[in-house]
């Protein structure tokens, strides 16, 4: 588990530093940073993928993201010019990544080689790793398939686009923790599991994914029970948009290993307030459960289903940390500080920066 991240120089965070914990959840305004965490983490996996990251340097464009050119990483008030990254593994003494400042280029060459001793056993540059876009897949015809992803890679996708391919291979599998097993379900089975959390979002809904390897795709269809009937499939074009965003989000928590490292932007998106709830809930289970996960989310919903499964003792309060990061109080310059409110026993969190999960209130205020 990565236990402690210091970022510098990249972008609004000039010097910012996180303590991390299982579950990292991270809120803020637009352009304050709170994705440039998340960035710095996919960063470094997508240079480790393409051989550059020990030896040449930081690779700004690649299968995760795009970022332009180091003057577009800089940040503004920068007295030095280079990025560095310091990170610290459990067990692992820190390693520091220290890149040169190429503003034209897409490779910000690093400044001192490294060694990373033993990459394969860390879940950021193994095939423990999951990264799930803002831009996952929505309702379409037909799914994308690949082997290579979901069986030699361990992946959905970064879209989600192999989701539905997962599923249709690997539904009757186990499911790797049993503390995600949902209290309906009535076995372990993946797809079992995937339908009853998925029920909560949507009463009574059944996935069917189906492999069409003659087309080289995979198709996605809806069933409900209603009673004791069951409803023909329904393409996803003709069910709630939320459904299908989402799935790649439950099937990525339910298929996580102890071990894992799940990287989420927006889970909730696209879900009504219970069901953000429960996407909250399920994050915090696989916490408790050995996942550690780096979360980006706008949702009051999200983190009160975090604070209540606290409450309930699904997961201890020492597993979460939130963070928020604020323009610097002074508004001088566009540096990002970092704000860390804590989670008691009890759900509680001891205190609100203004702007932190508080607009419900401050409307609230203004009906009143």
């Not at 240079?47 to 464009?61: I, V």
């Not at 696209?270 to 069901?275: E, F, N, R």
Request: include cysteine; aromatic fraction near 10%; charge should be negative.
């Amino acid at each position: 588990m990565i236990e402690f991240i210091r970022i510098q120089r990249f972008k609004t965070l000039l010097d910012a530093s996180f303590p991390l914990s299982a579950l990292n959840l991270f809120s803020g305004l637009n352009g304050l940073g709170k994705s440039s965490l998340l960035q710095t983490l996919l960063l470094l996996r997508q240079s480790y993928d393409k051989n550059t990251l020990e030896k040449k340097g930081l690779l700004l464009k690649g299968d995760y993201l795009a970022l332009g050119t180091g003057q577009d990483i800089l940040s503004e008030q920068a007295e030095l010019y280079s990025l560095e990254f310091t990170i610290k593994w459990d067990s692992l003494p820190a390693v520091n990544f220290l890149f040169d400042y190429a503003p034209n280029s897409d490779l910000q060459p690093i400044s001192v080689a490294i060694d990373l001793l033993s990459p394969e056993t860390l879940s950021l540059f193994n095939n423990n790793f999951q990264y799930l876009s803002a831009d996952r897949i929505g309702p379409k015809t037909s799914y994308e398939m690949s082997d290579f992803h979901i069986t030699t890679l361990n992946t959905l996708g970064s879209h989600g686009e192999y989701t539905v391919h997962f599923i249709a291979k690997n539904g009757q599998c186990v499911l790797p923790i049993t503390g995600l097993r949902h209290k309906d379900a009535s076995s372990d089975n993946l797809l079992e599991n995937i339908n009853a959390w998925m029920s909560e979002l949507s009463p009574g809904v059944q996935v069917h994914a189906i492999l069409q390897p003659h087309l080289n795709s995979a198709s996605l269809g809806y069933k409900f029970i209603q009673g004791k009937d069951v409803t023909a499939d329904f393409k996803p074009q003709n069910v709630g948009f939320g459904l299908t965003f989402v799935l790649p989000v439950v099937t990525a928590l339910l298929r996580a290993k102890p071990g894992d490292l799940l990287i989420i932007e927006n889970p909730e998106a696209h879900l009504h307030p219970a069901g953000q709830t429960i996407i909250g809930r399920m994050c915090a289970l696989a916490a408790a459960n050995g996942v550690q996960l780096f979360v980006e989310s706008h949702s009051d919903h999200f983190l009160n289903g975090i604070r209540v499964a606290v409450r309930q003792n699904l997961v201890s309060a020492e597993l979460i940390s939130l963070f928020f990061l604020e323009r610097d109080s002074d508004g001088s310059t566009h540096a990002t500080t970092v704000r860390n409110p804590s989670i008691n026993h009890q759900g509680r969190i001891d205190f609100w920066p203004a702007g932190f999960f508080d607009e419900w209130d401050r409307q609230l205020e203004n009906l009143l």
